[in-house]
């Protein structure tokens, strides 16, 4: 990729932060999930926050890929967070059926470097598009 970085990668101790700068086309994002899940190994990282907060567009192929990242990052014994879902972009996948398999999600990156640290931990399914909303059970 010649020009502005599209995508950066950061190592913050034990994690990677990984930050998406600018929409992705099918192939950049192919070589964004091979370049990310080559880093989790090489670094030994154990967790991954992916910062998709420049984005206003996901589409259906950006959300599976994802999903996959997540997948294979936990094969490789790395949990992973997606971080900065913008409101539009939320509502559009939801409206659509489209979800981020069993990846959490947080606000921002702040809240993400606390989940992976295990202060989130304790949400259990909280934090995932799609997951069950807590409702009171009538007796």
Do not use: C, W
Not at 76 to 102: E, N
């Amino acid at each position: 990729m010649s020009g502005p970085k599209l995508v950066s990668i950061l190592r913050q101790g034990p994690h990677l932060i990984a930050s998406i700068h600018t929409a992705l086309d099918d192939t950049e994002m192919e070589r964004f999930r091979e370049d990310l899940v080559e880093q989790i190994g090489r670094h030994r990282s154990r967790g991954v926050v992916i910062d998709v907060a420049a984005l206003d567009v996901l589409d259906s192929f950006g959300a599976r890929t994802l999903r996959t990242i997540g997948e294979m990052a936990r094969l490789r014994g790395a949990v992973t967070v997606i971080v900065g879902i913008q409101p539009d972009v939320a509502f559009a996948m939801v409206s659509l059926g489209m979800d981020t398999g069993t990846v959490a999600t947080a606000l921002d990156l702040e809240e993400g470097l606390a989940f992976l640290e295990g202060s989130g931990a304790r949400r259990s399914g909280a934090g995932r598009i799609g997951a069950p909303a807590a409702r009171a059970v009538p007796r």
